[in-house]
T-cell receptor, first 110, second 114 residues
Framework: QKEVEQNSGPLSVPEGAIASLNCTYS??????FFWYRQYSGKSPELIMF????GDKEDGRFTAQLNKASQYVSLLIRDSQPSDSATYLC??????????FGAGTRLFVKA | SAVISQKPSRDICQRGTSLTIQCQVD?????MFWYRQQPGQSLTLIAT?????????ESGFVIDKFPISRPNLTFSTLTVSNMSPEDSSIYLC???????????FGQGTRLTVV
């Protein structure tokens, strides 16, 4: 059974702080990794993707991948109340299929 | 990218009845995926819809309960059959155009079974 594990939270951070979201996956052969943001009642939307070990930065978001540890993380700098949402870690296991973690609920307090 | 039109957006159904959800894509895609998202939960893959062959179901999901059609490369339907309140959920269709690239989603169908 291929799994993606996340802490369900909720994670609460003050406005302007760094939010750190973590994820582990079980399929060592996974090649592509994604972070989606989902607002209540909406479909998931892509925030970041990462394919290689190391860090990838896009604006206030940084994704980190460590394939040896089977670990993916997302850092959100200068967190804003509009960042309050559920963040889904997802892994593409090949063959077009994506497996999602349970999601971490983030609350950014103004 | 891909644009997926999913309908209905929501429905309230009586137990024992069936509901068919449709997804139309603006381009041809090999595989489409159907997910279920129960309240407060993440997305659980129901099945992979392949054009020209039977859908592939994940563990815990069966064709009699969730029949899927894929008549062409731009369209798919998921039917939730003989519904019970436990089927109340959001159902999402999805695709990954590039194989290992990001997933795109329809708008979702919020189903309530009473």
């Amino acid at each position: 059974q291929k799994e993606v594990e996340q802490n369900s939270g909720p994670l609460s951070v003050p406005e302007g702080a760094i939010a750190s979201l973590n994820c582990t996956y079980s399929d060592r052969g996974s090649q592509s990794f994604f972070w989606y943001r989902q607002y209540s009642g909406k479909s998931p939307e892509l925030i970041m993707f990462i394919y290689s070990n190391g860090d990838k930065e896009d604006g206030r978001f940084t994704a980190q991948l460590n394939k040896a540890s089977q670990y993916v993380s997302l850092l959100i700098r200068d967190s804003q109340p509009s960042d309050s949402a559920t963040y889904l870690c997802a892994v593409n296991t090949g063959g077009f299929k994506t497996i999602f973690g349970a999601g971490t609920r983030l609350f950014v307090k103004a | 990218s891909a644009v997926i039109s999913q309908k209905p957006s929501r429905d309230i159904c009586q137990r024992g009845t069936s509901l068919t959800i449709q997804c139309q894509v603006d381009s041809q895609v090999t595989m489409m995926f159907w997910y279920r998202q129960q309240p407060g939960q993440s997305l659980t893959l129901i099945a992979t819809a392949n054009q020209g062959s039977e859908a592939t179901y994940e563990s815990g999901f069966v064709i009699d309960k969730f029949p899927i059609s894929r008549p062409n490369l731009t369209f798919s339907t998921l039917t939730v059959s003989n519904m019970s309140p436990e089927d109340s959920s959001i159902y999402l269709c999805s695709l990954t155009p590039g194989g290992d690239t990001e997933a795109f989603f329809g708008q979702g169908t919020r189903l309530t079974v009473v």
